[in-house]
């Protein structure tokens, strides 16, 4: 289970979802599919929702979601005085074939989270994460990144053609890395990716470091990138 204290799904959130693609995604520069690889791994998903309108009520939604004609069932949406904004998300009945792969560690589970969000962590001022096991385990994503990338990232800042921009270098020990590269970013989405080598042809393999090899990722970001041109 997945939940936050977010706004919820109110009525435009919800006819958003509805949709493949909409305008609501098109300005946060969402493709639509997130929502679709739940179905990949999971035979459906449960949302409960508390949400409040543009009058101060507060509503709570509930609804079902699975691959078939009808894909959004059990759709309920009732008044719920009291209760904060919040969405939880359950996915039900993972399929067999990820059941064997998908890892069950909270440790693991808390760094491939880290490696999947990196640039929100480094870019943005994300939201705050915490996972928790059977047992109430917790583990707080924030601190565990700080913990783990504080001592290999470098931040800078410059200007290009009177534009402002951030960049953020990170010695990637990934064992999926398998080269140097800048990634370009607006949005919170990733527009352009570009090997480092094209701009230095002597960077090809991994740098060594006290710590392990490392390739270096470098993330870039600015209002630029994120305005229309």
């Known amino acids: 289970m997945v939940k936050d204290n977010g706004v919820g799904f109110t009525e435009e959130n919800y006819q958003s979802f509805r949709r493949s693609d909409?305008?609501?995604?098109?300005?946060?520069?969402?493709k639509g599919v997130g929502r679709l690889l739940?179905?990949?791994g999971f035979d459906s998903v449960r949302v409960e929702s508390v949400y409040r309108t543009s009058t101060g009520e507060t509503r709570r939604r509930e609804f079902k979601f699975q691959l078939?004609?009808?894909p959004i069932q059990e759709h309920s949406d009732a008044l719920a005085p009291g209760l904060e904004p919040s969405t939880s998300i359950h996915l039900l009945s993972m399929h067999s074939a990820l059941q064997s792969t998908c890892p069950k560690?909270?440790?693991t589970i808390a760094a491939r989270l880290i490696e999947h969000c990196l640039p929100h962590l480094l870019l943005e001022?994300?939201?705050?994460i915490h996972l928790y096991d059977d047992d109430n385990t917790a583990i707080d994503i924030h601190r565990l990144w700080q913990e783990s990338y504080a001592d290999r990232t470098i931040n800078e800042s410059f200007e290009l053609q009177s534009h402002g921009f951030q960049m953020v270098m990170v010695q990637d020990r990934s064992p999926e890395t398998e080269s140097h590269s800048v990634r370009y970013y607006a949005?919170?989405?990733?527009?352009?990716?570009r090997p480092?080598?094209?701009a230095i042809p002597m960077l090809t393999g991994p740098l060594p470091s006290e710590a392990g090899k490392?390739?270096?990722t470098t993330y870039v970001t600015g209002d630029y990138l994120r305005s229309p041109h």
């Open 38 to 40: 739940w179905l990949k």
């Open 187 to 193: 949005n919170g989405r990733e527009v352009l990716s």
């Open 125 to 128: 001022k994300s939201a705050k």
């Open 68 to 70: 078939s004609d009808k």
């Open 22 to 30: 909409s305008r609501q995604k098109l300005r946060r520069g969402g």
């Open 105 to 107: 560690r909270l440790q």
């Open 214 to 216: 490392f390739y270096w």
């Open 196 to 198: 480092l080598k094209q």
